[in-house]
């Protein structure tokens, strides 16, 4: 957990579960298990265990603690709807996001259609919360964009799509009931290249279907039409490096 963060699009982290499995072409270079594994085993640690899922009770009260707003992203080091965290440990983050309202929250998973049963069951106090966003990872055709209809299906107020790291084209994808769409290539020393006109046809159809856009970064290995693009950052995320018309960072209105 950590009160400042340095993804672009959030600023503060919240994570009262630690470690997750692999589900899908975008866990396999997660930024998150290497950053976990790297401290195993060191006593003490808050990832003295890896990336071995657990759950952190203690840190449940966190947000209470935080007097100033802030967008806080949730599990930015696990998955809330990870198979084996118990219905009632999901309900009881849910309560402790409800209680300190004062924050909004970014929820994002790859567990879409455990998500999409429990926001219209247990989780209906929550769903409808204007101050909690819902939100599905939409890396490929294959395994990401199904998802997408699994939270259209789900009965909550905020939705939003994280399309990072965008692995191919994806394609038209119907932005019914979206509020607001990260895009971003993969980092990491053993990137995949993310085509440059990737982005534009997302950010077209935001566009075109009037959904707030944020294109976080353009990885380490962006190309355009197979020419990689020279980078002063690691990342991509110096907009210096940027095409002009993909310089959108949007949040969406409420």
């Not at 909004?104 to 567990?111: E, F, N």
Request: contains cysteine; charged residues 25%; positive net charge.
């Amino acid at each position: 957990m950590s009160d400042q963060s340095k993804i672009e699009w959030t600023d503060a982290t919240w994570n009262p579960i630690r470690g997750c499995t692999k589900v899908s072409p975008g866990c396999k270079h997660c930024y998150a298990e290497t950053f976990s594994e790297r401290f195993r085993g060191v006593e003490g640690h808050a990832f003295e265990q890896g990336f071995d899922l657990r759950l952190v009770p203690e840190k449940l009260s966190a947000p209470l603690e935080w007097k100033k707003p802030r967008r806080v992203f949730v599990n930015s080091m696990s998955d809330l709807f990870h198979e084996r965290v118990p219905d009632d440990y999901i309900v009881q983050v849910a309560e402790a996001m409800s209680h300190a309202n004062w924050h909004t929250y970014q929820v994002l998973t790859k567990r879409s259609e455990r998500m999409r049963d429990l926001l219209n069951s247990m989780l209906g106090f929550a769903a409808k919360a204007q101050h909690i966003w819902w939100g599905v990872s939409v890396e490929d055709r294959k395994y990401g964009v199904p998802r997408i209809a699994h939270l259209q299906a789900a009965d909550a107020s905020v939705r939003f799509l994280s399309l990072e790291p965008l692995l191919e084209d994806v394609g038209d994808i119907n932005l019914s009931g979206i509020r607001w769409v990260i895009v971003g290539g993969e980092s990491g020393r053993r990137a995949r290249a993310f085509e440059i006109a990737w982005a534009r046809s997302v950010l077209r159809q935001c566009q075109e279907q009037n959904v707030a856009c944020f294109i976080k970064q353009l990885g380490r290995k962006p190309v355009s039409d197979q020419t990689p693009l020279k980078l002063s950052s690691f990342k991509g995320g110096d907009w210096a490096d940027w095409p002009t018309d993909l310089c959108v960072r949007q949040y969406p209105s409420l």
